[in-house]
């Protein structure tokens, strides 16, 4: 600082400053404090803005790391809801294949119903086999004690006596009346009235034969058709 000359004196002859120098000095102390201050609150504000920029930059990897993560909750969660969909679909195939074999069980379940019908019913057929094997050995027997069997003396003959005989109008029903049932009660039949009439099977099917001179017919019991087959001699 520049210190004026020629200074007033006091009475003690010592050199004073006015009271307008003072004020100057005033001022200028005041101007040089104030720009420290302001200069001290400039540095302060910049401090405080870097850090508060170093904490903004820390936060916004932070948001960016998150943000990652956010990213691949949304894959995982993608990946997690194809699974589900498989998984869904899946379940779907399984219920089809379990309706389907439930369905097939089911079906087995009457199959096996139906074959226990059908047991039933050849043992029941068996019984009425049998108890017509036995009723035509017994007629046979009773036949041979009267003296045997008539054979029939033509065609034309054979012929009226089926006219007459009543089993080819029983009624066909499946496993329950069929060819053997049609055969076994024309023999019987012709049995009882003297006269004889024979069995035979031919490809699975069962009919009736008999014996006119030295000619061998067949006949359809269910029909009453009566065919050539032949000569004996």
């Not at 004196?9 to 001022?27: A, D």
Request: overall charge negative; proline content about 2%.
């Amino acid at each position: 600082m520049v210190v004026p000359e020629n200074l007033p004196k006091n009475k003690t002859g010592r050199e004073t400053f006015s009271k307008p120098f003072i004020g100057l000095i005033s001022v200028t102390f005041i101007l040089v404090l104030s720009v420290g201050f302001l200069m001290w609150g400039y540095f302060t504000s910049q401090v405080i803005i870097e850090e508060q920029g170093e904490i903004i930059a820390e936060q916004g990897e932070i948001i960016a790391e998150q943000g990652i993560r956010i990213e691949e909750q949304e894959v995982t969660i993608t990946e997690q809801g194809t699974r589900i969909e498989e998984q869904e679909e899946t379940i779907i195939e399984l219920g089809v294949t379990i309706a389907t074999h439930r369905e097939a069980i089911e079906g087995l379940g009457r199959m096996v119903e139906d074959l226990g019908d059908n047991i039933q019913l050849l043992e029941s057929a068996d019984l009425e086999l049998k108890a017509k094997v036995d009723a035509l050995e017994a007629e046979w027997e009773r036949l041979e004690a009267l003296g045997g069997y008539r054979e029939f003396n033509s065609v034309w003959e054979l012929q009226q006596w089926l006219g007459n005989d009543p089993t080819s109008e029983n009624q066909y029903i499946t496993r329950f009346y069929d060819c053997d049932d049609f055969a076994m009660d024309l023999t019987l039949a012709a049995i009882r009235d003297g006269r004889w009439i024979g069995l035979f099977a031919t490809d699975g099917h069962l009919k009736n034969f008999t014996v006119i001179g030295n000619s061998l017919y067949e006949i359809e019991p269910q029909t009453d058709e009566v065919s050539f087959r032949g000569d004996i001699d």
